[in-house]
């Protein structure tokens, strides 16, 4: 368990043989806070989607499953029980997910379907980036997907962790042992992010809004 000031915030595991077998990188796996963990398999896919790891216990803390959305981005629910999940939010703490896939508009369909996220444009931004909002809480987002570069990555969801100080972030990920991706990039009404590696190549992003 990874741990801020003894709250729990997010785990690791080593990768299965047969995930090294069939090339599966290191990297991180959002996990998204359902009720029901075997209602929304059902709904997964009902909505063509791919159940990879059906529903099972995690001991006594919770029920978990994994899926492929429809347009290929892997990711992995999580049924409370003893453990909730992550214990704070803030400055060094998951604060953001963007999906990147070539296909937003299907996907947005998809999740939309399945956990009822509102997704839609924000009508100051000519971007084209798709707004991900759970109730009243903006919680990620689909950038375009004919940017430049979408076509060579694979569908996959980013994390975003908030950091006060981007840019010493990013040296301390370099000092460590790391890789930059995308240095520290100012970005209008928004804020700072950069784009980095751990040393096993794990990819994540930092992030620093302008109303921090």
């Given amino acids: 368990m990874f741990q801020l000031q003894g709250r729990d915030m997010a785990g690791g595991y ?27 398999a059902a709904r997964v896919t009902k909505a063509g989607g791919t159940v990879i790891v059906p529903p099972f216990e995690v001991m006594d803390i919770g029920r978990m499953a994994v899926f492929q959305d429809p347009t ?19 400055n ?3 604060c953001w997910a963007d999906l990147n896939t070539t296909d937003p508009e299907r996907a ?9 996220w509102q997704v839609s444009k924000a009508a100051s931004d000519p971007s084209g980036y798709l707004h991900i909002k759970n109730g ?13 570069g979408a076509a060579d990555m694979p569908p996959h969801w980013m994390l975003y962790f908030a950091l006060a100080d981007v840019a010493g972030g990013v040296a301390n990920v370099s000092q ?7 240095s520290a ?6 804020g700072t992010m950069a784009v980095v590696a751990d040393p096993q190549g794990a990819v994540f992003a930092l992030f620093r809004s302008t109303r921090a």
């Fill in 14 to 40: 080593t990768l299965r043989k047969d995930q090294r077998l069939h090339g599966v990188p290191p990297h991180w796996m959002l996990y998204i806070a359902v009720e029901n963990a075997d209602a929304t």
């Fill in 72 to 90: 290929g981005a892997m990711f992995s629910i999580w049924q409370a029980k003893k453990h909730s999940g992550i214990g704070a939010s803030g």
């Fill in 92 to 94: 060094n703490t998951l």
């Fill in 108 to 116: 947005a369909r998809f999740y939309s379907e399945i956990f009822d």
């Fill in 136 to 148: 009243e809480h903006f919680i990620g987002g689909m950038p375009p997907g004919d940017r430049a």
């Fill in 176 to 182: 460590a042992g790391g890789k930059v991706m995308m």
């Fill in 185 to 190: 990039t100012a970005i209008p009404n928004v």
